[in-house]
Each structure stands twice: as C-alpha cells, then as structure tokens.
C-alpha cells in the first residue's frame, strides 16, 4: 500500500506531545513491513539546522486561501528511510512555536489544501492518506467536497487519528469561503457544524473512512459527554467505524541496556544497574542516598495530568518515608507550588521546574514509582517508558493508562504497577501507601512487579500490524 501521513508535528523535527511521537515511530515501522510510506509536514521555522541543510528543494506553485495568493514551496528529505515532504510558508510557518497563534485557522487551512495539491505535484498518490487531529482534520471533507473533480484522488481512503479530543479546530463559518473557497452547504445543514461555527475535528470524524484514537479505552471514554468534549454524540454516531490502536513507543531509543543517558545499563536480567541509577540520581539531585522508594514525576504541570490531587495531598505524601524527583513545566501556580515544596522539604523533594530529556530518562531508571494522576489520558507514553525501565506506575485508571497496567492486588499477587479508579485525592493517597507499604515489606513480590513491567511489549511492532489491519480493511 501507498500511504501518506499528515500532520502538524512529528519527532525529531518538532513535536508538542505524544503527537509528534506517533508521527515519528509509526512510518517508519510499516517501512520495516515494507509498505510505501511519506510524511507531510509544515517546514517550521525550529527545524534544527542538521536536517534543514540537506532539504532538496522539489518545486513551488501556488494555493488559494480564499482570494489569497499563497506561495507554496515543497522540500524532501529522506531519513531513516521515511521520505518527508516539508510545506514552505514563510508567512504561516516562520514563527518560534507550532500552535497558539490567532490565525491558526488560517494557517492550517492552507496546510491542508497544499497537502493535497502537493500530492498529484509529486506525483504521490496514495491508497490510505492517514490524518492526525484537527490540523489535518478537514482533509477528508476537502477531498470529497471540494476536491472531488480530480479524478486521481477518487480512490483515496481516509483515517483520522484522534489524539486529543479537547483541541477541535473551531472556527467561524466564514472559513468555509474566505479560506477554503468553498460554499456554506455543508454549514447550513449542520453536517460540520457547532453551534455558530464551523469544527475541523467534527468535519474530520464525519468524513473520514475510518476513525481511530490511540487506546481502545479512550475510544469508549469519547463517546461519553465526560471525554467527548461535546463531539461524544457524533462519536456515539460513527461508533461503527471507530476504533482504537494502543500507541507504541520506541524500543530502540528507550532501551534500558544501551540507552546512553544513563548512569548505568541494565536489563530484566541484570537488575544491578537499575539500583545504581537510582543512587546516582539521588546524588544529582541532592537526596539522601537511601533505600527509600523514590518517586518519579515527568511531565506538564497541567490539571489535565491530575497535578492538583498531587498539591492538595503532597503534605500528607511527605510525612511518609519516601522521596520524589519531579521534572517538568506548566502551570505558573504549579510550578510556584513545587519550588515553595522544594525548599520546605529539601531531604525528600526535588523540584526540577524545566525540560531535559537526558534528565527524564534518568528519572525513568532511577525511580522506583512513577506518579501519573492523569485526569484524563488518550494513551500516555511515560507509562510505557518507566515499565520499560522497570519504574512501577501508579496510574489514574483512564484511557491508555487503563489498557497498559495492571492494578497490583496484594491478595492475589498479581499486577505490574498500582492503579486507582476514582479522580480524587484521597484514592491516590491510599494507592501511593499501598505501593510504599508493598516496597518496605515485600521486596519479592516488588522484584516479581518489575520483571513483569519490563517484559511487556510496548514496542511500535506490534501496534502497526493493527493500523496495516485497518488500512487494509478500506483498500480493497
């Protein structure tokens, strides 16, 4: 199959979230199962340097936003065997972030109208063009509403890829004509409309061939008006071709025995590095180096990742024998929170209010218990990752969080981390106190744990085989 992927981000170039990451991994898995894969991307303006250099200018013409004239540029770059096709807009895309401007609208209906001009430009036609969230989510309807002439893309099947439902593309009716040039029909009749306006994502869910998100949990949860973020009655209505494909992530990049950010390697089999990360963590952060279960946080500091149950019961977690790393930004109010804790706790609390992707593998190997309190949680990568490293999470029990750990029950012994099911403070207390107690008290049903954490495959082999079912189930 030939199969084109857009988006708004993708790793290693620029990516925002757990987007970027599937962007990344997925194509160039189904190039190892020997499909035709390309990528479509914006040319941003933080491309890093090494791969901006060896773009190869392809050719430029021009797209229509509305009575806009806008240039078009099309670079390639082949690497790790992926093909990318970059759009160049210095207007739209020469800026220092991805999202977040006041003409995102406009931005991205540019995108993806060059998306699929580009494609019969290049002459890459594909069988299965496979969109992500709401930045690429009109293509389907723009295919068979405005591009439907161009008898080169009749046989295109679509699939959106849903993300994150709470960002939807919502825009004025008014787009309809002044950006994509096309008639209010599909307005007036409510077919991708929202209240007063019109929804890229809801265009997206109705049009495309198939629709899937990125744990079958989330794709339940969506239907629901908790997660659906008010499209849960249009989800309910293309329950039939919904479904969802657990996230993978990369095994050879998150590979506790050759992972160069280390202190130590170690594998399931050889434990002897795992503790050796830990006491050098402890070191590097300034704690106590002691046996103590060391707690690993690395994140947004967001309500959507479940931090305000971690501020209301932090005082409450310090009184116990134990110690925590946290690394991550976000909310001003949570950042402010965890430096005054930082400074009221020094011997158990280590506030790291900044990124670094180095530091948060240590995290990962160092730790003994991951924390991710998620309110809600379309997949979740960090999970994956510190089971990998061998780190036990304690989860709220939503979404991808839900379909990667086992709960650990005490009376039957089995589990690969802690899970709690209710969204309140008090149960992540009592969760975290049952992964304490279980570590001070049964260090071999927590060694059991961590062998069953790190034998799990969460590795993108898998995952694609489900997406390659999918794509296969519309090219007939």
């Known amino acids: 199959m030939k199969i084109l992927f857009a988006a708004a981000e993708c790793a290693p170039f620029f990516k925002s979230g757990g987007l970027g990451d599937v962007v990344g991994a997925l194509p160039k898995e189904l190039i190892k199962q020997n499909q035709e894969v390309a990528v479509v991307l914006p040319l941003f303006k933080n491309l890093p ?27 390639r770059l082949v690497y790790q065997n992926v093909t990318y096709y970059f ?24 995108f993806q109208q060059a998306v699929i001009e580009m494609m019969e430009k290049i002459d890459f036609i594909p069988d299965v063009l496979h969109v992500h969230d709401y930045h690429t989510g009109m293509i389907p309807y723009l295919l068979k509403e ?4 161009v008898e080169a893309y009749r046989q295109i099947k679509t699939v959106l890829t849903i993300h994150n439902m709470e960002f939807q593309g919502q825009c004025s009716e008014s787009v309809l004509h002044n950006l994509f040039g096309i008639g209010l029909e599909r307005y007036h009749d409510g077919t991708i409309r929202i209240d007063d306006g019109i929804n890229f994502l809801k265009a997206g869910i109705i049009y495309a061939d198939k629709v899937n998100t990125v744990s079958p949990s989330y794709a339940q949860e969506i239907q629901t008006p908790e997660f ?36 130590a390697n170690f594998s399931v089999d050889d434990l002897a590095g795992k503790k050796t990360n830990k006491k050098m963590l402890q070191n590097m952060v300034n704690l106590p180096e002691k046996d103590v279960p060391l707690i690993g946080v690395v994140s947004r500091l967001t309500n959507q990742k479940g931090f305000q149950l971690v501020a209301e019961e932090f005082e409450n977690l310090m009184q116990f024998d134990c110690q925590l790393v946290l690394l991550g930004t976000g909310d001003a109010g949570f950042e402010n929170f965890f430096k005054y804790m930082g400074n009221k706790y020094p011997e158990q ?33 960090s999970q994956m990752i510190a089971m990998r490293y061998g780190t036990l999470p304690i989860v709220h029990e939503v979404g991808g969080l839900k379909d990667t750990i086992i709960p650990y029950n005490p009376v039957t012994s089995q589990g690969d981390g802690f899970g709690f099911s209710q969204f309140q ?21 927590w060694e059991i744990m961590i062998h069953r954490a790190m034998s799990k495959n969460f590795s993108w082999e898998h995952s694609s085989k489900e997406y390659l079912n999918l794509y296969a189930s519309l090219v007939k």
């Not at 405005?146 to 002439?149: D, E, G, R």
Request: hydrophobic share 40%; with cysteine; charged share 25%.
């Open 228 to 263: 659906g973020f008010g499209l849960d009655g249009i989800l309910r209505m293309v329950a039939g071709k919904l479904s969802g494909i657990l996230n993978g992530i990369d095994y050879d990049i998150n590979n506790p025995k050759t992972d160069p950010h280390l202190f």
């Open 425 to 445: 403070g008090f149960f992540m207390m009592e969760t975290l106190k049952l992964a304490l107690t279980t570590y001070a008290t049964d260090k071999k049903a």
């Open 49 to 75: 340097e090494k791969y901006r250099k060896d773009l190869e200018h392809l050719l430029d013409f021009t797209v229509n936003v509305g009575w806009r004239k806008q240039y078009c540029g099309i670079k």
């Open 87 to 110: 759009i160049d807009n210095l207007y739209y895309f020469d800026r220092d972030g991805i999202y977040g401007y006041y003409d995102d609208g406009e931005r991205f209906a540019f």
């Open 146 to 149: 405005k591009y439907h002439w």
């Open 349 to 381: 609390f280590s506030a790291n209010i900044l990124f670094d992707a180095s530091f948060a593998q240590k995290i990962y190997a160092g730790s003994d218990i991951f924390l991710m309190p998620s309110a809600f949680e379309p997949c979740g990568l």
